[in-house]
């Protein structure tokens, strides 16, 4: 699956090469996080998904100008980060492969609510349109937010490059080394999830 | 025939514009006639766009400083 830098990927790579330092703030900004749910997902602990990060940075700064644009530069930062990963998950004997995390992850959202016929035998509970107040969104935001902690991982990945860190399918299938389809169903999953959870929460069923 | 079931698997496909040919038809069919699916997609809208608005803890400086430590040694390209 090819996702070749944009315009924006020639200028941000051409102010690196420069030693622009501001350029290489903002991009460990933006990135920083994505790298790190990618890690956790490979290694054994979160200070071995800090180190994998760090290693990541300094393996970017001395092969910048290696970069030829035939991905985005956040796939080829993502894919040196998931190689450095795996390499140190066989190290850990963590050597768990994304794609066999993913099994476990993709049977039906509630089954329960429907009925042999398929249709609903328990509907959406209906709520107002979305919350108005600062208030109510923040604290619907926050359920959201817990539900997320407790999502399998591998759809917890997913949903987190994709909706929070605003990655593309194109990059997520190409660092974790996924299907589109596989990348969907485990999106679809996480999100079906984070619903049932703004639903608990307009119900007042939340925990 | 298209059962609720089926559209709610198929709510991510049609954001990501996935869903093409009879299926994306029966989908968006099925869709008209179902408030409680249109329910179910409007709720999926809502948690993708709460999602979104969570706020992100910032790169801490130790990390950011260990990064542009690296940046500043590096030879200059020509």
Not at chain 1, 135 to 158: G, S
Not at chain 2, 20 to 39: D, E, K, M, N
């Amino acid at each position: 699956m090819t996702d070749a830098g944009g315009p924006d990927d020639a200028v941000l790579v051409s102010r690196l090469r420069d030693g622009d330092e501001a350029a290489f703030r903002e991009l460990v900004g933006s990135m920083h996080r994505g790298l790190l749910r990618v890690a956790v997902a490979f290694v054994e602990s979160p200070s071995a998904a800090e180190e994998v990060v760090q290693e990541t940075w300094l393996a970017v700064v001395a092969q910048i100008d290696g970069f030829e644009g035939r991905s985005s530069l956040r796939t080829w930062i993502g894919t040196i980060l998931s190689n450095r990963a795996k390499t140190r998950g066989v190290r850990d004997k963590r050597s768990v492969p994304f794609s066999s995390l993913t099994r476990e992850d993709v049977d039906p959202v509630e089954p329960e609510r429907f009925n042999a016929g398929g249709t609903w035998s328990l509907p959406p509970a209906r709520w107002d349109d979305a919350p108005e107040s600062l208030v109510l969104r923040k604290e619907a935001r926050e359920a959201i937010e817990r539900e997320l902690k407790t999502l399998p991982e591998a759809q917890r990945t997913v949903v987190v490059l994709r909706d929070l860190e605003g990655w593309s399918s194109e990059e997520v299938c190409n660092v974790l080394e996924i299907s589109e389809t596989n990348q969907r169903v485990l999106l679809h999953r996480g999100r079906q999830r984070l619903r049932g959870a703004l639903e608990r929460y307009h119900s007042g069923t939340d925990r | 025939m298209f059962l609720c079931r089926d559209a709610c698997e198929h709510m991510t496909d049609e954001r990501e514009g996935a869903l093409s040919g009879w299926v994306g038809f029966w989908y968006r069919f099925h869709l008209t006639i179902c408030p409680h699916c249109r329910a179910c997609r409007r709720q999926l809208d809502e948690a993708v766009a709460l999602s979104k608005e969570i706020p992100r803890e910032p790169v801490s400086d130790k990390v950011i400083d260990a990064a542009l430590a690296a940046f500043r040694e590096r030879p200059k390209t020509e």
